[in-house]
């Protein structure tokens, strides 16, 4: 959950959103709030088609 809105704009990146851009995999928000997606940040409505596309593609 991203309380705090640090992941909610791409630019000015926040430290968190900077975090989960470049040091991980990615991320998932859920949020009633929208936000900048991007290829590393979605929202969590994605994960389930994104993990469909990880277990099917090898």
């Known amino acids: 959950m991203d309380e705090d ?6 630019k000015p990146a926040k430290k968190g959103r900077a975090i989960v851009e470049v040091d991980t995999d ?8 929208k936000i900048e997606e991007s290829e590393e940040i979605k929202m969590f409505d994605k994960f389930i088609e ?7 593609d090898q």
């Open 50 to 56: 994104d993990l469909k596309k990880l277990c099917c």
């Open 5 to 10: 809105g640090t992941l909610k704009t791409k």
């Open 26 to 33: 990615g991320g998932y928000v859920m949020s009633e709030e």
